[in-house]
C-alpha cells in the first residue's frame, strides 16, 4: 500500500469498513511508515476532539447570508472544476 491508498483508506479504516486483508496492510503501512503513522495519530485525535465539541443550533440568517455570500467565490471556482 502507498502513502497515497492509505489517504483513501483512511475514513474507511476509522469507520471499520475496510474487509480483513485490506485492513491488515493499512496496518502493515502505518507500522512501517513514520509520516502515514503521525498523519493517521493526528486525524484520529482531530475527529475525537470534534465529536466531543458541543452541539451548536442553526447560524441566524444574516450571519449564514453573510457566510455563505464570503465563500461563493471558492464555491463557484469548485463547482466551474468539477464540470
Same mark, same amino acid.
Request: proline fraction near 5%; aromatic fraction near 4%; hydrophobic fraction near 35%.
Given at each position: 500500500m %502507498? =502513502? ?5 483508506? #483512511?475514513?474507511?479504516? #476509522?469507520?471499520? !469498513? *475496510?474487509?480483513?486483508?485490506?485492513? !491488515? %496492510?493499512?496496518? $502493515?503501512?502505518?507500522?512501517?511508515c513514520? &509520516? ?5 495519530a %493526528?486525524? %484520529?485525535?482531530? $475527529?475525537?476532539?470534534? +465529536? @466531543? *465539541? /458541543?452541539k =451548536?443550533?442553526? *447560524?441566524? /440568517? @444574516? $450571519?449564514?447570508?453573510? *457566510? +455563505? &455570500? @464570503? #465563500?461563493?467565490?471558492? #464555491?463557484?471556482?469548485? &463547482? !466551474? @472544476?468539477?464540470?
Amino acid at each position: 500500500m %502507498t =502513502c497515497a491508498e492509505l489517504m483513501d483508506a #483512511l475514513v474507511d479504516y #476509522l469507520g471499520e !469498513e *475496510l474487509v480483513v486483508e485490506r485492513r !491488515e %496492510t493499512f496496518e $502493515v503501512h502505518v507500522r512501517g511508515c513514520a &509520516k502515514c503513522e503521525s498523519y493517521v495519530a %493526528t486525524y %484520529t485525535h482531530t $475527529v475525537k476532539v470534534t +465529536r @466531543a *465539541l /458541543p452541539k =451548536c443550533g442553526s *447560524l441566524p /440568517p @444574516a $450571519v449564514e447570508a453573510r *457566510l +455563505r &455570500k @464570503a #465563500l461563493e467565490p471558492e #464555491l463557484g471556482e469548485k &463547482k !466551474e @472544476a468539477a464540470s
